[in-house]
């Protein structure tokens, strides 16, 4: 993704390691690849509690993001152009 992409996002709850997701960092909107995804306790998710765990394409140039709650998520990346 660059700068001035435009995306359609889908959020019905149903991410998998892979996805691309579109969130709220702060007062910004940031786009990552879902690294896995665990639940509160660290484990596999198997409650709404889970969180997302993303990072960038570009290892060398990604910032860290801490785990994301589900309330963070604006969606997942369906379409670009």
Do not use: C, Y
């Not at 007062?27 to 998710?45: A, F, H, L, M």
């Amino acid at each position: 993704m660059r700068t001035g992409d435009k995306v359609v996002t889908w959020n019905l709850g149903n991410f998998k390691a892979g996805d691309v997701v579109v969130f709220k960092h702060g007062s910004e909107v940031w786009v990552k690849r879902v690294k896995e995804i665990k639940d509160t306790n660290g484990q596999r998710p198997t409650t709404k509690d889970q969180r997302l765990i993303v990072e960038g394409d570009n290892k060398a140039d990604s910032l860290e993001v801490e785990p994301l709650k589900r309330g963070q998520i604006i969606g997942k990346v369906i379409f670009k152009w």
